[in-house]
């Protein structure tokens, strides 16, 4: 099973538009992680955010965490036509030895 | 340098042949992961090795899938007697992370299992 889930699952906009991406997930994290997956690249790492941390920024991404709500999200300003793609959070289980994938928002920018 | 590869990029099989995927990490990466992603989902963890070592093979769906590394390096995903459930694909991610999920992965362009 997975324990993130990601809102909304799929995600329209047009080009220069901000796209707000949002991640939940169940148990004691010590970080978490965006990734981005498109046929031409397959999986990329995007940023990573510690538990300590509430808010990170690279470049055009911008991510929150909330430990108390055990949620995440990834905001992208400006978007481009080439932000297309599949965008999964991950979290690293404190129990386990794996990570948690959820199951993506798929983001849609239109030229 | 390189990053993490796996072959063959694509294979069909039919039901009940065994079937066996590799993956070469980044050289000198001492974690290694595989997951298996079905289409329109995300990656589901099968099993972790820091080097040689088999750390968490929870997410293997059954004991016909079996992962190995014997020397810490190249790894290879066995599946035994395929089903058509275990069609789809299969990524390799490797890290230089030792167990604290505090680096990033780097994921190979994944294998597409198709069992007929």
């Known amino acids: 099973s997975q324990q993130g889930e990601e809102d909304p699952q799929a995600l329209s906009i047009q080009e220069g538009e901000n796209a707000t991406m949002n991640c939940s997930y169940k148990t004691s994290i010590n970080n978490l992680q965006w990734y981005r997956q498109n046929s031409g690249r397959g999986l990329v790492h995007l940023i990573l955010?510690?538990?300590?941390?509430r808010e990170k920024h690279s470049g055009r991404l911008r991510v929150t965490l909330d430990t108390s709500k055990k949620s995440s999200s990834l905001l992208i300003t400006a978007s481009r036509a080439a932000d297309t793609a599949s965008y999964f959070c991950?979290?690293?289980?404190?129990?386990?030895?794996?990570?948690?994938f959820g199951p993506g928002t798929r983001l849609s920018v239109l030229p | 340098g390189a990053g993490v590869s796996q072959s063959p990029r694509y294979k069909v099989a039919k039901r009940g042949q065994d079937v066996a995927l590799r993956c070469d990490p980044i050289?000198?990466?001492?974690?290694l992961f595989w997951y298996q992603q079905a289409l329109g989902q995300g990656p589901e963890f099968l099993t972790y090795?820091?080097?040689?070592?088999?750390?968490?093979k929870s997410g293997l769906p059954s004991d016909r899938f079996f992962a190995e590394r014997p020397e810490g390096s190249v790894s290879t995903l066995k599946i035994q007697r395929t089903q058509q459930e275990d069609s789809a694909v299969y990524l390799c991610?490797?890290?230089?992370?030792?167990?604290?999920?505090?680096?990033?992965?780097?994921f190979g362009p994944g294998t597409r299992l198709t069992v007929l």
């Open positions: 090795f820091q080097n040689e070592a088999q750390l968490d």
């Open positions: 991950a979290t690293w289980d404190n129990y386990g030895q794996n990570f948690v």
């Open positions: 955010i510690r538990s300590n941390e």
């Open positions: 991610a490797s890290s230089s992370d030792t167990g604290t999920g505090y680096n990033e992965q780097f």
């Open positions: 050289s000198g990466h001492v974690s």
